[in-house]
Every structure is written in structure tokens, then in C-alpha cells.
């Protein structure tokens, strides 16, 4: 049962960490569009890989930070940062208009998707700064093998996102900028309540 909580909590963390339609998304949702649907689930296939390499990552991290007493404020601080960053980001990307839609171009998709996934900058941290939030709340355990069903999840949820964005995109291309707004604002608010909630538990 421990390890499918593990394997959930990381479904979650990834599916909701990803949902803003951002490069990785649009691009699933693009090529679905312009080039079909077995090259857009390569695309989801091929980003997800690295995203489990980035949840692999910063949960190494994580537990070693969290084995280390002397930082484990100091971490959970990192973790209330990483959320108020990520709400002022949302926040901001809600009030950005959204761009027409750019034509794919040919090649092998699952390396495209590796390739821009990648390069999603802000991915080990979020991973990170959450992780060790659950840490804390003894949420997660972060030791062999719960890593890998954690991480293994990050992995499952981040497909079942691009899957989604796949599977709607006619629906979604054309509300895109409602939900662009809507979302991103939703977000901003989740991101800043835990930020503030984790904040206060840290002092009390």
C-alpha cells in the first residue's frame, strides 16, 4: 500500500506540476494536430523519460538534505520559495496573450520530446521543493525503492498530463486562451496557499 502512495503522490506532483499549458504541452497538443496522434504520444513518451530522470534527481537530493538535520529548515524554506516562485509565475503567465499556434516540423519525436523536456528549467526544482515538503509531512519516504515508485509516478503522471492535452486538443485549441487564464490564476493561488501553509508550519 506504502508503495502505491508513493507511486500516486508522484502521479499527482507531476500532473498538476505540468497542467499549465506551457512548451511541453502545446507542443504535444500541436503535433497532434498538424502531424497525428502516434507522433504526439512519442513526443509525451519521450519527455516523460526525462522527466522521470529529473524526479530521479531531485529526490537524491532531497534525501540528502533531509538526512542532514543541520539544513532541513533551511530546505523547507527552499521548498516555501519554490512555491511562491512558481505562483508569481503562474500569476504572470495568466496575463500573457496567447501566441497562434507554430507548424511542427518532421523528425523523430520521442528525441523531441527528451530534447525539450529537457531543457524545462524549472522541473528539479518544483520536484525538489515539493518532495521534501513531503518529506516533512512524512508523506513520502525518501529511501529504496519508495524513490523509484515516486519517481516512477512523476514519470506516469507527466504522460497522463501530455495524454490529455492529446486526447482534447481540438477542444482545448479552441479555449485556449479561458484556459490559459483560468488555470494559470488557479494555480497561482494553490501555489501561494501552500507556500503560506507550509510557511506557518515551519514556525509553529
Known amino acids: 500500500m506504502d508503495y502505491l502512495l508513493h507511486v500516486f ?24 494536430l498538424q502531424i497525428g496522434k502516434s507522433q504526439s504520444v512519442n513526443f509525451a513518451l519521450g519527455a516523460a523519460s526525462i522527466v522521470f530522470v529529473q524526479a ?14 543541520n539544513v532541513v529548515d533551511n530546505l523547507k524554506m527552499f521548498g516555501v520559495l519554490v512555491f511562491f516562485i512558481l505562483s508569481v509565475v503562474f500569476f504572470l503567465q495568466s496575463r500573457k496573450r496567447v501566441s497562434a499556434i507554430k507548424k511542427s516540423s518532421k523528425g523523430n519525436y520521442f528525441l523531441k520530446g527528451m530534447g525539450m523536456s529537457s531543457i ?12 521534501i515538503v513531503l518529506a516533512s509531512e512524512d508523506k513520502v519516504i525518501l529511501e529504496f525503492p519508495y524513490i523509484l515508485f515516486f519517481v516512477f509516478g512523476a514519470s506516469v503522471g507527466s504522460f497522463l498530463l501530455f495524454y490529455t492535452y492529446i486526447s482534447f486538443a481540438k477542444i ?19 501555489f501561494f496557499s501552500l507556500g503560506i501553509f507550509t510557511l506557518i508550519k515551519l514556525f509553529t
Not at 175 to 190: A, D, G
Open 9 to 32: 503522490y508522484g502521479i499527482i506532483m507531476a500532473y498538476f506540476g505540468l497542467i499549465s499549458p506551457g512548451m511541453l504541452n502545446m507542443t504535444a497538443l500541436r503535433t497532434r
Open 56 to 69: 530521479a534527481i531531485a529526490l537524491f537530493f532531497a534525501d540528502y538534505f533531509v538526512k542532514n538535520p
Open 120 to 131: 524545462n528549467m524549472l522541473a528539479i526544482p518544483f520536484y525538489l521543493g515539493v518532495s
Open 172 to 190: 482545448i485549441i479552441n479555449r485556449i486562451s479561458f484556459i490559459v487564464k483560468n488555470i494559470n490564476i488557479i494555480l497561482s493561488l494553490l
